[in-house]
Every structure is written in structure tokens, then in C-alpha cells.
């Protein structure tokens, strides 16, 4: 009996042993930097790429990004305090909360921090800056090193691909602020390229949570929209954005009444249908913020002030053009820049066929489950940037769902 009793303790203790082994080969101990007085900064890169027998040869806009880097004496990256690897092209959405954490089946990076795990910025006024990263703040330098599309960390790459360098530049970041950096193509002909490195202000203003907050930019490059056609991405679902927006532009926008019906003849809200908003200059030099325009979260009597149906529709309109005109264009991608729109609606991932249509983007508000309600809608803070026949959308959420129970 005591002989049985031994083997099993003793098999117990295999068992623990092994259970023990197990654990901790599947944790990855993760070191973060710790950062006594950051700045926070969250990193696009608007650098969308054609690939043609004509630019074949032209280097791929894939980087890695390093803030205070070590360098040998011959130029070879060694390593940096904060180091934001794989770097692709932007995603169409950018949605409040960190979307890429744990999506593994790519090492591509749509933004910085995105699927890096480092420091993140904390709550600030009620907005859950996660999607920022925390940087060291002062002066500090910042560099976008090409890096080939593989899956070799960069610090791990041969010594000649750490030394092909596209942005070496210093930056001095205010203690506790927000940025928000795009790199960029400031010139279509010229290939030029550089950074726009906004301080955001949206934490900072007094804004209220029944109304939804929109501002607008245009990055494109210079010449761009008064290039050749066979040069810019054919992609069919860019639509009216694909050839570009005039370098001047009126933005107008409706409130449609309910996502039931998808189409640009369905029933607006009074007094939300091709409204005015604002006017919009291309620009890739400054770093001021443009100022928010606002509609009301419970625009449309239909709403219950818990849920909500509506949906956006943004025109953009070269100065002199009038929107109840109804302009005709020799097609929804030959506009001459005059005329794009953008529909936000749903998740932004369904096909509309109506020519007129436009791009789709998710809607602007967040609708989720919360608590006993399903759903729930919520107001946002956005931002929506045209760089180059694409048209991109930030959401910044500051009130958030109950538990649900």
C-alpha cells in the first residue's frame, strides 16, 4: 500500500513538473522600456506603392522605424530606444483600440505601435490613447530605415540592409503630449518625401459626448492629381478618390436617416442633406490641427438615445462647383478632381453599386453592445485624411460600453 502510495505521489510530481515545463516554455517574457517622462506618438505610413514594369526597380516602402538609434561608425543600425519593425501601409481604418494586437498571421504592421509590445499612452480626459505609444520626450531622433518584406526582425538583418536610410531627422516632443506622425510623398514627380508631426488637441478640448467630431485633411502630393492616370492605382473600390482631389476643395456632408437603406436617394434628416462644413487646402508641410466640425449624436427623431441607425455620406467639391447642381462627370473615376465622396457606414466592408456611391469607410459612430443594451451608440472624435487617390478614417472613442451582463 505505502509502495502504490509513493508511485503516485511520485507520479503526481512528474505530472506538476511537466505542467510547470510546459507554461513556461509557451510565455514569452515581454522587457519594456521604461520612460520616465514620455511623450506619446502614434506612426502612419501613407506610402502606397504601385508596382509597374516602369517602376519596378523603385525601392519598397517598407520600414522600420527607430527613435534614438545606435549606429557604427560606417552607418549600420545597431539598435534604438524605441524600435517599431515591419512597418506597411496604412490600413483604410483606423478604429479606437489596438485592432492589430494578436493578430499573428502577418508580421506587417499598419501603424505604429499597432502589434508592437511596448509602453502605450495612458486615459487622458476620458480618451483611451492605447493606440499611441510611449516615447521618450524632448529632443530625439527619428529615423525610417528601408527594410526588405520578409519576416528577419530588422536588428537581425545582414549589416548592408541596416544602412539604407529615407528619413533621418530630429524632433523635440513636448512632455505628456499627443503626436500623431505621417510619413509621406510630398512630391509625385519628384519623389520627395518627408514628415508631418501633428500635436493633437482633441484631449484637450471641451467636447461634448451627444456630438460626433469630424476634421479633414488633404496630403496628397504635389502633382499628383494632374498626373497620368496609368501611374495612380486602379483599385475600383477608391472610386471618385482614385484620380486625386483638386488642391483646393468645399467639403459638404448629409445624415442619412438609416443604414436599412444604402443608397445616396435614401431619406436625409432635415436639415442634413449637402451641408456645408468646411474648406480644405492640400497641405504636407504643416503640423496644425484642423479645426472640428460637429453633428448631433441624436440627429434623427428615429434615434431612442440609446441606438441610433444614421449614417455619413462626405462630398468634396472643387470651389465654384455647386452641390445641388448635381454635377455629371464622364464617370465616378474621372472627375478631374473636382468631385469625391466618401460613404461611412456599417464596417465599412460592403459593396455598393450605385455609380455615385463612392468609397466606403466605417461609419463614425460606434455602435457595440453594452450592458443590457445591443446595441449601443457612442459619439467619436475622427479625422479623415485624403493622401494620393486614397481616403483614410481615425476613430478616437472617449465614453465606452458598460460590462456587459
Not at 485624411?385 to 481615425?394: I, M
Request: hydrophobic share 40%.
Amino acid at each position: 500500500m505505502k509502495a502504490m502510495m509513493r508511485e503516485l505521489i511520485q507520479s503526481k510530481a512528474v505530472l506538476f513538473f511537466l505542467l510547470f515545463i510546459l507554461c513556461c516554455s509557451s510565455c514569452t517574457k515581454v522587457d519594456y522600456t521604461e520612460i520616465k517622462d514620455p511623450a506619446y506618438l502614434r506612426v502612419f505610413n501613407n506610402l502606397n506603392y504601385l508596382q509597374t514594369m516602369g517602376n519596378k526597380d523603385e525601392k519598397l516602402p517598407y520600414f522600420c522605424l527607430l527613435i534614438n538609434p545606435t549606429m557604427e561608425a560606417d552607418g549600420t543600425i545597431t539598435g534604438g530606444e524605441i524600435v517599431g519593425d515591419f512597418l506597411n501601409k496604412r490600413d483604410a481604418y483606423a478604429p479606437p483600440y489596438p485592432s492589430h494586437i494578436g493578430n499573428s498571421t502577418t508580421v506587417d504592421n499598419p501603424e505604429f505601435p499597432g502589434k508592437q509590445n511596448v509602453l502605450v499612452a495612458p486615459v487622458l480626459n476620458g480618451f483611451d490613447l492605447s493606440s499611441w505609444a510611449q516615447v521618450p520626450s524632448g529632443e530625439v531622433r527619428v529615423i525610417f530605415a528601408y527594410r526588405p518584406k520578409n519576416e528577419i526582425p530588422f536588428l537581425k538583418l545582414e549589416r548592408h540592409l541596416r544602412q539604407d536610410i529615407l528619413i533621418d531627422t530630429v524632433l523635440n516632443l513636448g512632455s505628456k503630449e499627443v503626436y500623431t506622425m505621417h510619413l509621406l510623398q510630398t512630391d509625385f514627380n519628384t519623389k520627395a518625401h518627408g514628415l508631418v508631426v501633428r500635436q493633437e488637441n482633441f484631449h484637450k478640448l471641451s467636447l461634448s459626448d451627444s456630438l460626433v467630431y469630424v476634421n479633414f485633411y488633404n496630403m496628397s502630393a504635389k502633382g499628383f492629381v494632374d498626373a497620368d492616370a496609368s501611374l495612380k492605382d486602379n483599385d475600383y473600390r477608391l472610386r471618385s478618390f482614385k484620380g486625386g482631389i483638386k488642391d483646393e476643395m468645399n467639403v459638404y456632408f448629409s445624415l442619412y436617416e438609416t443604414e436599412a437603406n444604402l443608397t445616396h436617394n435614401g431619406a436625409t434628416i432635415p436639415g442634413f442633406k449637402g451641408k456645408y462644413l468646411t474648406n480644405l487646402k492640400r497641405e504636407t508641410n504643416s503640423t496644425a490641427v484642423s479645426p472640428y466640425v460637429s453633428f448631433p449624436l441624436w440627429a434623427s427623431a428615429a434615434g431612442n438615445r440609446i441606438y441610433t441607425p444614421i449614417w455619413q455620406r462626405f462630398e468634396f467639391l472643387a470651389p465654384g462647383i455647386d452641390i445641388t447642381a448635381n454635377p455629371i462627370f464622364p464617370s465616378e473615376t474621372e472627375t478631374g478632381g473636382n468631385w469625391a465622396v466618401v460613404n461611412c457606414l456599417r464596417n465599412g466592408r460592403i459593396e455598393l453599386q450605385s455609380r455615385d456611391n463612392g468609397t466606403i469607410l466605417p461609419n463614425l459612430l460606434v455602435n457595440v453592445h453594452s450592458g443590457i443594451n445591443n446595441p449601443q451608440t457612442f459619439a467619436t472624435v475622427n479625422t479623415i485624411e485624403v493622401v494620393n487617390g486614397r481616403v483614410y478614417l481615425t476613430t478616437i472613442q472617449r465614453k465606452y460600453p458598460a460590462p456587459i451582463y
